[in-house]
Nanobody
């Protein structure tokens, strides 16, 4: 099992930027597909962005062009640079990991961080 801890959430005005980080331990980071999900109360957890083992990336349409996911295998860290933030980006953001292949359904991920709150004010 891999342990994940997110950081970097906070309160920002619409149009602003935040950078989330996820520190991983307990497994070989380079062998993990990594992803960011988000969730608001009363709604299902949704895929935001993912990083495959080889480094290629995948984004939800709602964040494409605004968010950038990156990974540093040497530092066991996953990042999410969020620019041009909108009030609808307000959510708890979760880092997730699974072996080998990237998926976009949260049910396919077995390892989760506790989450970090992002609030975007209008």
């Amino acid at each position: 099992q891999v342990q994940l801890v997110e950081s970097g959430g906070g309160l920002v005005q619409a149009g602003g930027s935040l950078r989330l980080s996820c520190a991983a331990s307990g497994r070989t980071f380079s062998s993990l597909a990594m992803a960011w999900f988000r969730q608001v109360p009363g709604k299902e957890r949704e895929f935001v962005a993912g990083s495959r083992i080889g480094g290629s990336t995948l984004y939800a349409d709602s964040v494409k062009g605004r968010f950038t996911i990156s990974r540093d295998n040497a530092k066991n860290t996953l990042n999410l640079q969020m620019n041009s933030l909108k009030p609808e980006d307000t959510a708890v953001y979760y880092c997730a990991a699974r072996d080998l292949y990237l998926r976009t359904n949260p049910i396919d991920f077995g390892s989760w961080g506790p989450g970090t709150q992002v609030i975007v004010s209008s």
